[in-house]
Every structure is written in structure tokens, then in C-alpha cells.
């Protein structure tokens, strides 16, 4: 094997250790760690600008189609998740996140890294400043007003390649559904987002120049082994040990991080 490629599997190994320690730690979904991990190694081995974050979001989305049956299924077992609510949400978000793909295979890097940068910031400003108490509505909304967040829910995720539990758990907490039942039922918008969005990628990528090695479009093999595999290893780590440090001091210095690697994806869009 060559040194490019080692490098590249080494980089691999330490995005997905550290994604799912963190989404294990946090809560969150391990794309907020996967895309920027997989962007710098990109950049880190010289792959194409004009594609390494479309592969980076379309890869991490693949990991998220494991990660999400498998969060869903503890949530299923503890009697969590409201399925009336996935039922009702599941066909718009699916939705949003092929027309996300669509989006993203016309789009440059650019315009990816700002969506991401952008989102990203307002993910931190929830996690470290918003009141779980929070209310603005009494349920959630139906009819249009639902497909349309619903829409727009899968079409940011599937552009930021997130499983959208970070904004699905806020819509779902500000119209009055507990903490508990928002993370649960939540987890499973994950696969709803990946699996059409990460064949979306595939498909929108197919023969593109400058793509890294093991690429299928814009969803790199090779990474969604490593990381689906190695995000699924360190994930309880992190959540037994979340039950032993205090939680609000965590969730408002990982905030703080997450808007400095916001603010520099965002740098790297306008550089």
C-alpha cells in the first residue's frame, strides 16, 4: 500500500474514533464530527477542492444509515420513540434529502462549506445556550407547515450530512414533546436522510473527476467501512462516560468548540 493511502486509512481511523466518542458524549450525531474530519484529511492528501466536501458529506452520510438503525432500535427497546410522529415526518424528510442531493451535486464547494459553516453555528448557539424548557408551540405543526420543516429538515441535513437529530430534537422540543421522546423519536430522521440522500451522492458523483480512492460517486467506500465500524466501537465509551461529568459545563464548552470549527469552515469558503 502506498504512503497516500495509509495516511488516508490513518485519517479515516481517527475521524471515526473521535466521531463516535463524541456523538456518544454529546448526544449528537457523529456527521458534525465525520464531514470537517474528512474535509481536512481531504485537503490534508491533496484531494480535488473541487469535490473533497462533497465527499466528505456524502461519505458521511453513509456511516449514518448503520448509526441511525442502531440508535432507533435502543430508542424502540426503551419504548421512546413516538412512531406516529416518524410515520407522519419520515416521507417529506426522505424527500428533502433527495432533493439535498440533487442541490449538492450542482453546487461547488463553496456553497457546501457555508451551509455546513452556517449550520454548524446555529447547532452550537442551541447546544450551548437553549433552554430545554423552551416552548413556542403546544404540538407540533401539521399538514403544509409540516412538510415544509419537515422538507427543509432533510434538504439542510442532506447538504450538511448530518442524520438531523440536532434539529429535529429543537423543532420537536419547542412544540412541547419532552426531552426524552424529541432525542428518541429523532434518531430515527437519521435514516429517512441517509439512505436517500447518500444514493443521491453516489449517483450525483458517478465519474467525477479527483475523487480519493474507493469512491463510488461522492460516497468513498472505504470510509463508510472505517467509520460506520469504528463510530459504532468508541460511541458507548462516550456515553458512559457522560453520565459522570457535568453535563451543562461539557455541552457549553463543546459548543464553544464546535463555533471555532464552524467559523473555520466558514474561512476556508471565503479564502
Known amino acids: 500500500m502506498s504512503p497516500e493511502l495509509l495516511w488516508f486509512a490513518a485519517g479515516l481511523v481517527v475521524a471515526g474514533l473521535a466521531a463516535g466518542f463524541v456523538g456518544g458524549l454529546f448526544g449528537i450525531g457523529g456527521g458534525i464530527v465525520i464531514v470537517p474530519a474528512l474535509y481536512f484529511v481531504f485537503t490534508a492528501l491533496g484531494v480535488d477542492e473541487a469535490v473533497r466536501m462533497h465527499v466528505a458529506v456524502g461519505t458521511s452520510l453513509s456511516t449514518i444509515i448503520v448509526t441511525s438503525w442502531r440508535s432507533l432500535a435502543a430508542h424502540t427497546k426503551a419504548g421512546a420513540v413516538d412512531f406516529t410522529v416518524l410515520r407522519a415526518w419520515t416521507w417529506w424528510i426522505s424527500?428533502?434529502?433527495?432533493?439535498?442531493?440533487?442541490?449538492?451535486?450542482?453546487?461547488?464547494?463553496?456553497?457546501?462549506?457555508?451551509?455546513?459553516?452556517?449550520?454548524?453555528?446555529?447547532?452550537?448557539?442551541?447546544?450551548?445556550?437553549?433552554?430545554?424548557?423552551?416552548?413556542?408551540?403546544?404540538?407540533?405543526?401539521?399538514?403544509?407547515?409540516?412538510?415544509?420543516?419537515?422538507g427543509v429538515l432533510g434538504l439542510l441535513s442532506a447538504m450538511m450530512g448530518i442524520g438531523g437529530g440536532a434539529i429535529g430534537v429543537t423543532v420537536m422540543t419547542l412544540c412541547g414533546r419532552p426531552i426524552h421522546q424529541a432525542v428518541a423519536t429523532a434518531s430515527g430522521f437519521g435514516a429517512a436522510i441517509a439512505i436517500p440522500a447518500a444514493l443521491g451522492y453516489a449517483i450525483v458523483g458517478f465519474g467525477r473527476e479527483g475523487l480519493p480512492p474507493w469512491s463510488v460517486g461522492f460516497v468513498n467506500l472505504a470510509g463508510f467501512v472505517f467509520l460506520a465500524l469504528l463510530t459504532m466501537t468508541t460511541a458507548p465509551i462516550g456515553a458512559r462516560l457522560a453520565h459522570r461529568l457535568p453535563q451543562l459545563t461539557l455541552k457549553r464548552t463543546f459548543a464553544l468548540v464546535l463555533a471555532v470549527l464552524a467559523l473555520n469552515m466558514l474561512r476556508e469558503a471565503f479564502s
Open 95 to 150: 424527500l428533502g434529502a433527495l432533493a439535498g442531493a440533487a442541490v449538492a451535486g450542482i453546487v461547488n464547494t463553496e456553497v457546501l462549506l457555508v451551509i455546513f459553516g452556517g449550520g454548524l453555528l446555529l447547532i452550537a448557539a442551541q447546544m450551548g445556550l437553549a433552554n430545554p424548557n423552551w416552548r413556542l408551540f403546544a404540538e407540533l405543526p401539521v399538514g403544509l407547515p409540516r412538510a415544509l420543516i419537515a
